[in-house]
């Protein structure tokens, strides 16, 4: 009843011994004598299994070695080109910011609302019923500077649009068709 789990499993056949244990029941079998070699005489001998694992083992280190090596210099020039973006972007931001400073026409007293698509939403900027009529006929123009609308003249505009592209958020044409039935002046 205090047989091993083990020895149950040996009894009944479903387990083998180990190697070890093989091993010292057997006796060993004799090894012929070494025979001395000159160095002439020696041949070059086909790597042993532990020779080829080993070296098996360098290989696949030395590869794991070369893709860390590689994803870190991918990320040193992911990072590089991110902060050459930011750099760009900032300075950007900068020249916009320089071009617009005392260019706004945006009145404390405006008390009309421009409404216009930017965004996949409906803005508005408030301006005075002549700057209305100038906006409308495309003398004006809305450009957006650090999450405000600027009221600033069109020529003001196309150099903030070159500077930045998605700065111009209106610049109506008079010459153009209207998409719609609704005219330009509608205040709503």
């Known amino acids: 009843m205090s047989e091993s789990l083990r020895d149950q499993l040996l009894k009944s056949g479903l387990a083998k011994k180990f190697k070890s244990e093989k091993i010292s029941s057997e006796p060993k079998p004799e090894r012929p004598p070494r025979v001395q070699m000159t160095e002439s005489a020696v041949k070059p001998q086909p790597t042993s299994p532990r020779k080829a694992s080993s070296q098996a083992e360098v290989d696949l280190?030395?590869?794991y070695?070369?893709?860390?090596?590689?994803?870190?210099?991918?990320?040193?020039r992911a990072q590089r080109e991110a902060e050459k973006l930011a750099r760009e972007k900032k300075e950007r931001?900068?020249?916009?910011?320089?071009?617009?400073?005392?260019?706004s026409m945006n009145a404390a007293d405006a008390d009309v609302p421009r409404h216009f698509p930017h965004g996949n939403k409906i803005r508005r900027v408030y301006c005075t019923q002549e700057q209305l009529v100038q906006l409308n006929?495309?003398?004006l123009a809305v450009v957006q500077l650090?999450?405000?609308?600027?009221?600033?003249?069109?020529?003001?505009?196309?150099?903030?649009?070159?500077?930045?592209?998605?700065?111009?958020?209106l610049l109506c044409d008079p010459d153009a068709p209207p998409e719609d039935d609704?005219?330009?002046?509608?205040v709503w």
């Open 61 to 63: 280190a030395r590869a």
């Open 65 to 76: 070695a070369l893709r860390a090596n590689q994803e870190k210099q991918e990320r040193e």
């Open 93 to 103: 931001k900068q020249k916009l910011a320089a071009l617009l400073d005392g260019k």
């Open 137 to 139: 006929r495309g003398e």
């Open 146 to 169: 650090a999450g405000r609308y600027l009221l600033v003249a069109s020529d003001v505009a196309l150099q903030a649009q070159a500077i930045q592209a998605e700065t111009l958020v």
């Open 182 to 186: 609704v005219p330009a002046d509608l």
